[in-house]
Antibody, heavy 121, light 107 residues
Protein backbone atom coordinates (compact mmCIF):
# COMPACT_ATOMS: atom_id res chain seq x y z
CA UNK A 1 0.00 0.00 0.00
CA UNK A 2 1.12 3.53 -0.74
CA UNK A 3 2.70 5.22 2.27
CA UNK A 4 4.44 8.53 2.81
CA UNK A 5 6.23 8.64 6.15
CA UNK A 6 7.63 11.96 7.32
CA UNK A 7 10.35 12.85 9.78
CA UNK A 8 9.59 13.95 13.31
CA UNK A 9 8.68 17.27 14.86
CA UNK A 10 11.25 20.08 14.88
CA UNK A 11 11.78 23.14 17.04
CA UNK A 12 13.86 25.89 15.47
CA UNK A 13 14.95 29.41 16.34
CA UNK A 14 14.12 32.35 14.11
CA UNK A 15 16.63 32.62 11.27
CA UNK A 16 17.44 28.92 11.27
CA UNK A 17 16.65 26.35 8.58
CA UNK A 18 14.67 23.12 8.68
CA UNK A 19 14.76 20.06 6.44
CA UNK A 20 11.80 17.68 6.50
CA UNK A 21 11.93 14.27 4.86
CA UNK A 22 9.20 12.16 3.28
CA UNK A 23 9.90 8.48 2.61
CA UNK A 24 7.72 6.88 -0.03
CA UNK A 25 6.85 3.20 -0.26
CA UNK A 26 4.32 0.98 -1.96
CA UNK A 27 4.70 2.53 -5.41
CA UNK A 28 7.35 3.47 -7.95
CA UNK A 29 8.74 6.68 -6.49
CA UNK A 30 10.04 8.06 -9.77
CA UNK A 31 6.65 7.74 -11.48
CA UNK A 32 4.93 10.50 -9.50
CA UNK A 33 5.34 14.10 -8.47
CA UNK A 34 5.58 14.94 -4.76
CA UNK A 35 4.20 18.17 -3.33
CA UNK A 36 4.66 20.01 -0.07
CA UNK A 37 1.68 21.68 1.62
CA UNK A 38 1.64 23.40 4.99
CA UNK A 39 -1.06 24.31 7.50
CA UNK A 40 -0.38 26.99 10.10
CA UNK A 41 -2.54 26.94 13.25
CA UNK A 42 -6.06 28.04 12.39
CA UNK A 43 -5.09 28.81 8.79
CA UNK A 44 -5.97 27.28 5.45
CA UNK A 45 -3.81 24.74 3.70
CA UNK A 46 -1.05 26.33 1.64
CA UNK A 47 0.70 24.75 -1.34
CA UNK A 48 4.48 25.34 -1.32
CA UNK A 49 5.88 23.52 -4.34
CA UNK A 50 6.50 20.23 -6.10
CA UNK A 51 9.22 17.99 -7.41
CA UNK A 52 8.90 15.56 -10.28
CA UNK A 53 10.54 12.57 -8.62
CA UNK A 54 11.49 11.14 -12.01
CA UNK A 55 13.37 14.01 -13.63
CA UNK A 56 13.94 16.23 -10.58
CA UNK A 57 12.14 19.25 -12.04
CA UNK A 58 10.73 21.59 -9.42
CA UNK A 59 8.26 24.43 -9.14
CA UNK A 60 7.73 26.66 -6.13
CA UNK A 61 5.04 29.03 -4.99
CA UNK A 62 6.19 32.61 -5.50
CA UNK A 63 5.60 33.19 -1.79
CA UNK A 64 8.44 30.84 -0.88
CA UNK A 65 10.84 31.51 -3.76
CA UNK A 66 14.35 31.92 -2.45
CA UNK A 67 13.56 30.26 0.89
CA UNK A 68 12.37 26.78 -0.08
CA UNK A 69 14.19 23.93 -1.80
CA UNK A 70 12.61 20.59 -2.63
CA UNK A 71 14.93 17.69 -3.37
CA UNK A 72 14.66 13.97 -3.85
CA UNK A 73 16.91 10.94 -3.51
CA UNK A 74 15.78 8.24 -5.90
CA UNK A 75 18.04 5.62 -4.30
CA UNK A 76 16.09 5.83 -1.04
CA UNK A 77 12.72 7.07 -2.37
CA UNK A 78 12.85 10.10 -0.10
CA UNK A 79 11.72 13.62 -0.89
CA UNK A 80 12.96 16.56 1.18
CA UNK A 81 11.72 20.08 1.81
CA UNK A 82 14.16 22.63 3.18
CA UNK A 83 12.94 26.02 4.39
CA UNK A 84 15.46 28.71 5.37
CA UNK A 85 15.34 32.00 7.26
CA UNK A 86 12.58 30.70 9.49
CA UNK A 87 10.25 33.12 11.24
CA UNK A 88 7.45 32.63 13.71
CA UNK A 89 4.87 32.67 10.89
CA UNK A 90 6.44 29.48 9.53
CA UNK A 91 5.18 27.53 12.55
CA UNK A 92 2.95 24.95 10.91
CA UNK A 93 2.36 21.31 10.12
CA UNK A 94 4.16 20.47 6.89
CA UNK A 95 2.77 17.70 4.70
CA UNK A 96 4.18 15.89 1.71
CA UNK A 97 1.55 14.66 -0.72
CA UNK A 98 1.64 12.59 -3.89
CA UNK A 99 0.23 13.90 -7.14
CA UNK A 100 -1.90 11.49 -9.14
CA UNK A 101 0.61 11.25 -12.00
CA UNK A 102 4.23 11.86 -12.97
CA UNK A 103 3.69 15.32 -14.46
CA UNK A 104 1.87 17.38 -11.84
CA UNK A 105 -1.86 17.59 -12.33
CA UNK A 106 -2.40 19.47 -9.12
CA UNK A 107 -4.34 17.36 -6.65
CA UNK A 108 -3.14 14.84 -4.14
CA UNK A 109 -4.22 11.26 -3.56
CA UNK A 110 -1.88 10.24 -0.73
CA UNK A 111 -0.48 12.38 2.08
CA UNK A 112 2.20 11.99 4.71
CA UNK A 113 1.23 12.14 8.37
CA UNK A 114 2.55 15.69 8.74
CA UNK A 115 5.55 17.19 10.53
CA UNK A 116 5.09 19.97 13.07
CA UNK A 117 7.73 22.68 12.76
CA UNK A 118 7.74 25.19 15.60
CA UNK A 119 9.72 28.40 15.25
CA UNK A 120 10.32 30.05 18.58
CA UNK A 121 13.07 31.98 20.30
CA UNK B 1 -3.58 34.42 -6.80
CA UNK B 2 -7.02 32.81 -7.08
CA UNK B 3 -8.97 33.23 -3.85
CA UNK B 4 -11.15 30.32 -2.76
CA UNK B 5 -14.04 31.07 -0.39
CA UNK B 6 -16.10 28.37 1.27
CA UNK B 7 -19.48 28.75 2.91
CA UNK B 8 -20.48 28.19 5.53
CA UNK B 9 -17.34 28.13 7.70
CA UNK B 10 -19.13 25.95 10.24
CA UNK B 11 -22.17 23.78 9.76
CA UNK B 12 -24.18 21.94 12.44
CA UNK B 13 -26.03 18.89 11.21
CA UNK B 14 -27.49 15.58 12.34
CA UNK B 15 -26.88 12.05 11.15
CA UNK B 16 -28.99 11.45 8.07
CA UNK B 17 -29.07 15.11 7.01
CA UNK B 18 -28.28 16.24 3.48
CA UNK B 19 -25.32 18.62 3.66
CA UNK B 20 -24.22 21.09 1.00
CA UNK B 21 -20.96 23.03 1.13
CA UNK B 22 -20.21 25.78 -1.38
CA UNK B 23 -16.83 26.87 -2.74
CA UNK B 24 -16.42 30.02 -4.83
CA UNK B 25 -13.36 30.97 -6.86
CA UNK B 26 -12.35 34.59 -7.46
CA UNK B 27 -12.02 33.81 -11.19
CA UNK B 28 -12.98 30.96 -13.45
CA UNK B 29 -11.15 27.69 -12.80
CA UNK B 30 -13.15 25.59 -15.28
CA UNK B 31 -13.54 22.20 -13.57
CA UNK B 32 -10.13 22.09 -11.92
CA UNK B 33 -11.32 21.70 -8.36
CA UNK B 34 -10.74 19.07 -5.69
CA UNK B 35 -12.38 18.41 -2.32
CA UNK B 36 -10.67 16.92 0.73
CA UNK B 37 -11.87 15.70 4.13
CA UNK B 38 -9.67 16.30 7.16
CA UNK B 39 -10.12 14.99 10.68
CA UNK B 40 -8.37 16.51 13.72
CA UNK B 41 -4.66 15.68 13.83
CA UNK B 42 -4.79 13.87 10.49
CA UNK B 43 -3.79 14.65 6.93
CA UNK B 44 -6.45 15.57 4.38
CA UNK B 45 -7.97 12.81 2.26
CA UNK B 46 -9.04 13.25 -1.35
CA UNK B 47 -12.78 12.92 -1.96
CA UNK B 48 -13.50 14.54 -5.32
CA UNK B 49 -11.35 15.76 -8.23
CA UNK B 50 -12.16 17.49 -11.51
CA UNK B 51 -15.14 19.02 -9.70
CA UNK B 52 -17.33 15.91 -9.86
CA UNK B 53 -15.17 12.78 -10.16
CA UNK B 54 -15.34 10.55 -7.09
CA UNK B 55 -12.00 9.26 -5.86
CA UNK B 56 -11.75 5.48 -5.69
CA UNK B 57 -12.94 4.09 -2.36
CA UNK B 58 -14.91 7.20 -1.37
CA UNK B 59 -18.56 6.46 -0.45
CA UNK B 60 -21.14 7.37 -3.07
CA UNK B 61 -22.98 9.64 -0.62
CA UNK B 62 -20.33 12.22 -1.50
CA UNK B 63 -20.79 14.11 -4.75
CA UNK B 64 -19.42 17.27 -6.33
CA UNK B 65 -20.74 19.63 -8.95
CA UNK B 66 -20.07 22.98 -10.55
CA UNK B 67 -17.80 24.72 -13.01
CA UNK B 68 -16.36 28.15 -13.56
CA UNK B 69 -16.48 29.93 -10.22
CA UNK B 70 -19.12 28.09 -8.18
CA UNK B 71 -18.88 24.57 -6.85
CA UNK B 72 -20.68 22.41 -4.32
CA UNK B 73 -19.88 19.33 -2.26
CA UNK B 74 -22.96 17.36 -1.23
CA UNK B 75 -23.20 14.63 1.37
CA UNK B 76 -26.52 12.96 0.68
CA UNK B 77 -27.01 11.39 4.11
CA UNK B 78 -24.55 12.44 6.78
CA UNK B 79 -22.91 9.55 8.65
CA UNK B 80 -21.08 9.65 12.01
CA UNK B 81 -17.72 9.25 10.24
CA UNK B 82 -18.39 12.40 8.16
CA UNK B 83 -18.01 14.90 10.99
CA UNK B 84 -14.81 16.60 9.87
CA UNK B 85 -13.47 19.66 8.09
CA UNK B 86 -13.81 19.89 4.31
CA UNK B 87 -11.45 21.84 2.05
CA UNK B 88 -11.75 22.82 -1.59
CA UNK B 89 -8.65 23.38 -3.72
CA UNK B 90 -8.19 24.85 -7.19
CA UNK B 91 -5.51 23.55 -9.52
CA UNK B 92 -6.22 25.71 -12.53
CA UNK B 93 -3.50 28.31 -11.95
CA UNK B 94 -0.37 28.60 -9.85
CA UNK B 95 -0.16 28.96 -6.97
CA UNK B 96 -2.70 26.25 -6.26
CA UNK B 97 -4.90 27.50 -3.45
CA UNK B 98 -7.30 26.15 -0.87
CA UNK B 99 -10.48 27.39 0.72
CA UNK B 100 -10.53 28.23 4.42
CA UNK B 101 -12.34 25.00 5.28
CA UNK B 102 -15.86 24.09 6.42
CA UNK B 103 -16.21 22.33 9.73
CA UNK B 104 -19.18 19.95 9.92
CA UNK B 105 -20.24 19.56 13.54
CA UNK B 106 -22.76 17.40 15.31
CA UNK B 107 -26.02 19.24 15.97
Amino acid sequence: QVQLVQSGAEVKKPGASVKVSCKASGYTFTSYTVHWVRQAPGQRLEWMGWINAGNGNTKYSQKFLGRVTILRDTSTSIAYMELTSLRSEDTAVYYCARDVRSEPWGFFDFWGQGTLVTVSS
Amino acid sequence: DIQMTQSPSTLSASVGDRVIITCRASQSISIWLAWYQQKPGKAPQLLIYKASSLESGVPSRFSGSGSGTEFTLTISSLQPDDFATYHCQQYDSYPWTFGQGTKVEIK
